[in-house]
């Protein structure tokens, strides 16, 4: 099908929009009239414009405040409308869409609703020109997408007809069910637009919130089928209203934007384009290893936090400056050949998967970009993709291959302090691309989006969302401030950590060889008190700096974290006990809160 993008999904000025549009390999847009008006260029030099970059005007809009209204000002309406069609003319776009009104006088009255359609309509004709009319889930009367298809059949008129957004039928009560009965040819424009579940005022929740489909809580796929099965066949368009969005490089929007629609498509069952279907996301496996870009202060500092887990280093690579840590299933690479010193990173992270071609042919096909391997002669092929905040993700097969690059140190593994193996990956995004972080998980690696949870943190209000294959033994936690940070936050920005597993924290705790954080005894106080539990259980806690956490169906987690090290990046020990499936956000200000404090008083 064909897809277009409506500019004010966009950030920048109209040819920042338009080239962005473009070079995502959009076929169309829907031109808002503000980006029209603060450009220079004139209509026809846009009509131009888009043309030469293989756009296609697919609709103009919005036009606001037209029917519903009396003879006197539908009058002035009117010949605000033929000024509008003049522009659509030099633009050479052949679709307006036209709002259900808003305004606080407007007639509650269908009769009148449809009779001025009509007559909008018949002038529409004349010049070749089609009216969209949209139910705005926040219209004086008209806010359901029933009602105005109920003015559009009263109407009657050839060049009148529907634009559904996906949004406004979406975010009312109405069923949209119905939809799927709408006289074949009748709806003229589909607008898409995905949302998070929100309890607020419905044009808020409009203008801030919208997100690219399979980014928020709606049904889309479910919605565009009942569309399709009324026999739609023009653009799928989004129309994203989206606070960061708005900010945000076009560029990076407009790829993320034709993920979304990509991914929306695959998902539907009725399939107009068989051969657009994307390779099957094969099952991930496992994690195979996490690397950390280290320079010559962090690399030390992550030695010695490494040892003091219980990791031994067992090989080192053939040709790098690379070292690969091991303790159980876990592997930790520690690389040095790092070209821009800086605080210690998680650079990379390697999945294993069922099948790594199919992996990465599916990438490719949703627009990941591909991580550039720098390989030497000999070495295995490992190959990456981009992950939206930059970190390279390798998808490998199961077996060891990959180790063959690395020569062994003739240590061998030892006990440990009993870590098994890694949990999760916990990564901080850049806050303009934590949506499209869910998005590029869930559609480019299938992993599932577990619940996104919200917590009042000490510098700040945080956001975090998990991701994670079916079996759980990969899993991604997802974090950002919910509003871009503030100056005086500390220094540690957008931390990363790897999270592991022991069957016994008491015991692994106990065999540490780490500066412990220091949880305050204010934690236990309350934390007794919240769930009720024992004192010697509480005291053993303490003793250790383990925190606790316990879901609504008594799934209980004990885990610890540790100070920062190379400035950037810590460790977390995890035992999940009788299937807790969360990543205990409660403590998450804890560690903060612990972590400044142990930084300010090392
Ligand atoms: O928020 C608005 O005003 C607005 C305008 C045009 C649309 O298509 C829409 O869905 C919302
Ligand atoms: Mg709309």
Redesign the pocket.
Known sequence: MRRSIATVCLSGTLDDKLTAAAAAGFDGIELFENDLVVSPMTPAEVRKRCADLGLSIDLY??F?DLDSVSDEIFRKNLDRAARKFDVMAALGVNTV?V?SSVAPDAVDDDDRAAAQLTELAGRADNRGIRIAY?A?AWGRHVSTWDRSWRIVQRADHPALGL?L?S??VLSRDVSPAGIAGITPGKIFFL?LADAPHLSMDV?QW??HHRLFPGQGAFDLPGFVELVLAAGYHGPLSL?V?NDVFRQSDPGRTAIDAMRSLIALENDLTIRRLPDARLPDAPELTGHAFTEFAVDGHSGPELRSALRGLGFTHTGQHRTKPVELWEQGTARIVLNSAVTHPGPAAISAFAVTSADPGRSLARAGALLAPAHPNVREPGETELAAITAPDGTSVFVTHPGDGWRADFLPTGSAKGPGAGLLAVDHLGLAQPFDHFDEAGLFYHSVLGLDHLATEEYAAPFGLMRSRAVANPSRSVRVALTVALLRRGDWAPAVADPQHVAFTTADIIATAAALDLPALPVPDNYYDDLAARFALDAAFVAALSRHGILYDRDPSGHELLHLYTPVFGGRVFFEIVERRSGYDRFGEPNAPVRMAAQRHRRLNP
């Open positions: 809009q919005p606001r869409l709002c949209e705005l634009c957004d949004f406004h607008q044009l409009s203008r129309e209203f």
